[in-house]
């Protein structure tokens, strides 16, 4: 195992402690015993200036530590900004749908008002024909025709006066239920025209939408390359603060090196200095015809010393930590699950999240609130399906919302004590975590309570 710096000058110390320990033994037992030949003793100019050499380094250490800094922000900024547009691609592609889905019925409805008109048109057509044969029929007949006929036989004037008003009355009838008919048209015409205009704007609807996705996606796109790209940036910052690191280290190890040799020379003068005077002292107790040195040695000391749906806050908590550890998937999770994620043409492609089973953040609260209510996957959209209460109010059970007002991009679910459980993007889980406060909505959405 490599030793470490501390380590491998505590072993330099001990080695130089224990030279020094074994020379004065040696010293006390015989003058043979000397000290050995002195270490390499570098010069203070070059000591100085592999320190120099080593600040300069550290110097451009720090130049480019604060460089990396700016760029990992920089790179949040960008993970927001995606984040946002992914969420608007999102919205554009639940709007898309519906206004699909409200054409599709506009034009049902329009196709269903033409057919009545038709009908009605036919039906008057044929009621004027019948009154036109009925009219010229009972005149050439000068009665009505069949039994009515039968019936008015006579030619008195009592009976000719009874047909006249009968075929009046008869007529009559007719003539007003062509009325009705011709009335009938007209509202049948009127509902046609209503349904072909409700299918123009819902058209143009479509039509609306469709752009706003397209510009939705071109967004997106936009918001991928620049984060590519800035990551691409982070990573050349990363390998040259690596490589400048390196040589930072290497300048270091080399002052280590030189200021190791110098301190291996002074211990060298100072144990032959110890020595030195071990040796005279023998030499005056030989000298006094003494051979106690009447001093007495220490020893030395160490200094001692790791869900079903419902309609209650507990419920719907309980099914989100029960997904802990899923994989984020961006477009995943409905109310029965999680899903397979889908393709953004960015970052969640990149990841592979069409390939994962799993939710993304409005996902996850549609699965949690599935016992309670239906939310739509657009987390813009769950910020307003409740009642919204100020942060500072907020409770076990509410959602939480990231963004801007028109922008929200990121969505969780407060757990209480500033804890939340989210599935926050792409190369995450499901996993519970601190409450961020930058950039939180001024509201928490609640819909328990």
């Known amino acids: 195992m490599p030793i470490r710096r501390g380590e491998r000058d505590g072993v330099r ?25 002195p270490p390499p003793n ?43 547009k992914q969420e608007l691609a999102n ?46 029929a009972s005149f050439e007949q000068g009665s009505t025709i069949g039994s009515v006929s039968a019936y008015l036989g006579s030619n008195s004037p009592k009976d000719m006066l009874s047909r006249a008003q009968l075929l009046e009355a008869v ?42 996705k397209a510009g939705a996606d071109a967004a997106q796109a936009t918001a991928v390359e620049a984060r590519r790209n800035q990551a691409a940036q982070n990573g050349q910052l990363e390998a040259q603060k690596s490589d400048v690191e390196q040589q930072l280290f290497a300048a270091q190890q080399k002052v280590d090196g030189l200021q190791g040799q110098r301190q291996r020379y002074e211990d060298w003068r100072a144990q032959k200095a110890r020595e030195e005077e071990e040796r005279a002292r023998q030499a005056a107790l030989r000298n006094s015809g003494n051979g106690n040195s009447g001093g007495g040695g220490g ?87 409740g009642r919204q209460v100020p942060i500072s109010q907020m409770r076990r059970g509410d959602m939480l919302f990231w963004g801007y007002p028109g922008n929200v991009h990121h969505v969780a679910l407060y757990l209480g004590g500033g804890q939340m459980i989210e599935a926050q993007e792409s190369g995450t889980v499901v996993h519970v975590t601190s409450v961020r406060y930058g950039e939180i909505m001024p509201y928490a959405t609640r819909l328990i309570g």
């Open 13 to 37: 110390r001990g080695l130089a402690v224990g030279a020094f320990g074994l020379a004065i033994l040696l010293g006390v037992t015989g003058v043979g015993a000397a000290a050995p030949p």
């Open 42 to 84: 570098p010069s203070d100019s070059e000591i100085d200036a592999g320190k120099a050499a080593a600040n300069a380094k550290a110097g451009e250490v720090g130049k480019l530590t604060n460089q990396l800094a700016q760029a990992e922000q920089r790179l949040t900024q960008l993970q927001s900004d995606l984040e946002s």
């Open 91 to 136: 919205k554009a592609r639940v709007d898309m749908e519906a206004a699909q889905d409200a054409a599709s019925q506009a034009d049902r409805d329009a196709k269903n008002a033409r057919v009545e008109a038709d009908a009605a048109a036919g039906a008057i057509e044929k009621a004027r024909a019948d009154l036109k044969t009925f009219a010229t």
């Open 171 to 212: 007529g009559g009838k007719r003539l007003n239920a062509l009325e009705a008919l011709q009335q009938a048209q007209t509202e049948k015409s009127n509902k046609d025209a209503a349904a072909r205009k409700a299918l123009d704007v819902a058209q143009q609807k479509q039509a609306a939408a469709q752009q706003a």
């Open 299 to 385: 020893a030395w000391r160490d200094p001692g010393p790791s869900a079903p749906a419902g309609a209650t806050v507990e419920a719907v908590i309980a099914r989100a930590m029960s997904k802990l550890g899923l994989p984020y998937a961006w477009g995943g999770g409905n109310a029965s699950g999680p899903t397979y994620g889908i393709r953004d043409g960015g970052v969640a492609d990149a990841y592979g999240d069409y390939n994962k089973i799993g939710f993304d953040c409005s996902g996850l609260m549609i699965y949690a609130f599935a016992g309670v209510r239906s939310l739509v996957h657009y987390s813009g959209y769950q910020y307003t399906s």
